[in-house]
């Protein structure tokens, strides 16, 4: 598989099936299921834990009924959205890549914003974690990557050890910055952000949901890709447009 049928693949796990909106405050988060197979054994494991510094914060995208997030309008700044009622949720893919495995990690927001400014409905976060091997007896990290404002990622190869707690969970921050617009990357402890260890759902199980009715179809917006990857190649980094619930 080349290149980007692979990025294609990962991204496109996350495409929402139109089975109804709610409320944003109103989704309940799946709960974590218990980690069977060697791959949701290393996505439980390697789990980041999202600090927010300001903005909104992390709220499930979709329920076990198949009903989405209806978002909240671009605007009064984090008004309803800085803490989410039912708890919240990271969604999960994962697969091998040139002998690295790439687990992406995302994550749901009801308004972005531009410049510190709340300026549309829906926002998605995403970081890719980079493995050796989920079966190996102790997994090691080799890079991370992580969303920007402008669909683009930073990678960091190797992973910093600041961003990195046990040798495993990765520490990453969310933020709103007026100068430099949304700010995501690699954090170091912050005893003043809003910590957040969500409950991990992998593709299937929200996909599952998200197809459970019938005579239902496929968002037909852009779906977004990730366009380089893979920290050990020189000078490229993945991008993934996030507006998929758009």
């Not at 402008?150 to 520490?171: C, E, R, V």
């Not at 969310?174 to 759902?201: D, K, R, T, Y």
Request: charged share 15%; with cysteine.
């Amino acid at each position: 598989m080349n290149l980007r049928g692979f990025l294609t693949i990962l991204a496109a796990s996350f495409i929402a099936v139109d089975a109804g909106k709610i409320d944003h405050d109103k989704v309940e988060p799946f709960p974590q299921p218990e980690p069977v197979t060697i791959s949701e054994k290393a996505a439980v494991k390697f789990k980041p834990q999202l600090n927010i510094v300001s903005g909104c914060v992390a709220f499930p995208a979709v329920n076990a009924a198949g009903e989405t997030s209806g978002g909240l309008k671009g605007n009064s700044g984090n008004s309803a959205c800085d803490s989410a009622p039912l708890g919240s949720q990271v969604y999960g893919r994962a697969m091998w890549y040139n002998d690295v495995w790439a687990i992406m990690y995302a994550w749901y927001f009801p308004k972005g914003f531009f410049i510190g400014v709340a300026s549309r409905r829906f926002d998605w976060a995403s970081a890719v974690v980079w493995i050796d091997n989920p079966d190996f007896a102790t997994p090691k990290i080799l890079g991370l990557s992580t969303s920007t404002i402008d669909d683009d990622y930073q990678t960091k190869n190797p992973a910093p050890d600041f961003a990195i707690l046990d040798g495993t969970s990765t520490l990453l921050y969310h933020s709103i910055n007026e100068a430099a617009g949304q700010l995501w990357g690699f954090s170091q402890p912050c005893s003043s952000c809003i910590a957040c260890m969500q409950h991990f759902v992998g593709y299937l199980h929200s996909l599952a949901a998200r197809t459970n009715k019938n005579n239902h179809h496929q968002h037909s917006g852009e779906v977004g890709k990730l366009e380089q990857s893979r920290p050990a190649l020189r000078g490229t980094t993945p991008a993934l447009s996030s507006q998929l619930l758009g």
